[in-house]
């Protein structure tokens, strides 16, 4: 069965640092990749998405995530956190080409933003 | 309404009891989805609808839980006789019928089992 790994369970910075959450996943054939993001008492939202094409994806609120075939990652990224980032954010993975049309999540990752 | 409406928004049981779970997905959706979200354990895959195809049970714990859904449209969770273990919160997602899988959450249900 599918698996997706994010390896940080808990993440502290302060504002202004940048932001990498790694994520692996462990089916090698065509994956759909996503981000999404749970904020203090709301509901899961996508933050951003890979289906294919250029594998440098732009989310909202200047997220961006990078698909490294090679290395089953999609890691997702922030130049410069605000406080208003602090949040769970778990990466995601189904696989089309299978028929699996369930998106398999990530146990999250915690980030508390320091002002 | 515009998003994924689901009730209880809180539950709380007693051992043994059952519960029924509500999910009404966003209008026009015809993929309908059920995770339970349990804390440090992150999203666990229940069970799958997508329109009239026989649902994809393959994530449900035990025999003691089950879902319907009426018309297309609305889900409902079933967990009979619960445990002290099923205590989580229980996610609907629905969404449309392509292949993207981009999934619309609802607030989710907290059912604590006395």
């Known amino acids: 069965a599918q698996s997706v790994s994010q390896h940080n369970h808990h993440v502290i910075l302060s504002e202004a640092a940048s932001l990498e959450l790694g994520c692996n996943y462990s089916?090698?054939?065509?994956?759909?990749l996503f981000w999404y993001v749970q904020y203090p008492g709301q509901h899961l939202q996508l933050l951003l998405k890979y289906f294919s094409g250029d594998p440098l994806v732009k989310g909202i609120k200047g997220f961006e995530a990078e698909f490294i075939k090679s290395k089953f990652s999609f890691n997702l990224r922030k130049p410069s956190v605000q406080w208003s980032d602090t949040a769970e954010y778990f990466c995601a993975v189904n696989m089309p080409g299978a028929g699996s049309y369930q998106l398999t999540f990530g146990k999250g990752t915690k980030l508390s933003v320091i002002p | 309404g515009a998003g994924v409406s689901q009730s209880p928004s809180n539950k709380v049981t007693e051992k043994g009891k059952d519960v029924e779970l509500r999910c009404d997905p966003i209008?026009?959706?015809?993929?309908l989805y059920w995770y339970r979200q349990s804390l440090g354990q992150g999203l666990e895959f229940l069970i799958y609808f997508q329109g009239n195809s026989a649902p994809d049970k393959s994530g449900l714990p035990s025999d003691r839980f089950s879902a319907e859904r009426t018309g297309g449209s609305v889900s409902t969770l079933t967990i009979q006789r619960t445990q002290q273990e099923d205590s989580a919160v229980y996610l609907c997602?629905?969404?449309?019928?392509?292949?993207?899988?981009?999934?619309?959450f609802g607030e989710g249900s907290r059912l604590t089992v006395l």
């Open positions: 997602a629905s969404s449309s019928r392509d292949l993207t899988g981009e999934l619309f």
């Open positions: 089916y090698g054939g065509t994956v759909n």
């Open positions: 209008s026009g959706h015809t993929a």
